[in-house]
């Protein structure tokens, strides 16, 4: 009987963990920690830019990848991830696993939302 309880709680243990380690799929923009959730102002060396250029210009300077998803925004745990710097800006699918504590992502692709380039703007 010891032996079957032990089977059952080993059995939902694991499921409990997969279930936190499952990837998901977000829509959101890929921005930068200078900036978060807005690219307020937006200007760079004295040039008003668009989001894809004021995350590539953040990220130059030392700001990290993140995720923006309803406001709030992620940590991108892998920097290295293919897609970052040609999505900077952009609205995307991204997929990956949330950590434990729900504040960063770790991304396994990036792909354009609407399968288009969005517009940069003036």
């Excluded at 079957?4 to 279930?19: D, G, Y």
């Excluded at 978060?36 to 990848?65: I, N, P, R």
């Amino acid at each position: 009987m010891r032996k079957i309880i032990s089977l059952f709680a080993l059995f939902f243990w694991l499921v409990a963990l997969t279930s936190f380690s499952a990837e998901k799929t977000w829509v959101g923009k890929i921005s930068d920690s200078m900036c978060g959730a807005t690219h307020e102002g937006m200007k760079h060396e004295g040039k008003k830019t668009d989001a894809h250029e004021c995350t590539l210009a953040c990220v130059k300077q030392g700001a990290k990848y993140v995720f923006v998803d309803k406001g709030k925004v992620y940590t991108i745990e892998n920097q290295d991830v293919a897609g970052l710097e040609e999505h900077a800006g952009h609205t995307v699918k991204l997929t990956g696993e949330m950590s434990a504590d729900a504040k960063s992502i770790r991304v396994s692709s990036i792909a354009m939302s609407s399968g288009k380039k969005e517009k940069k703007q003036a």
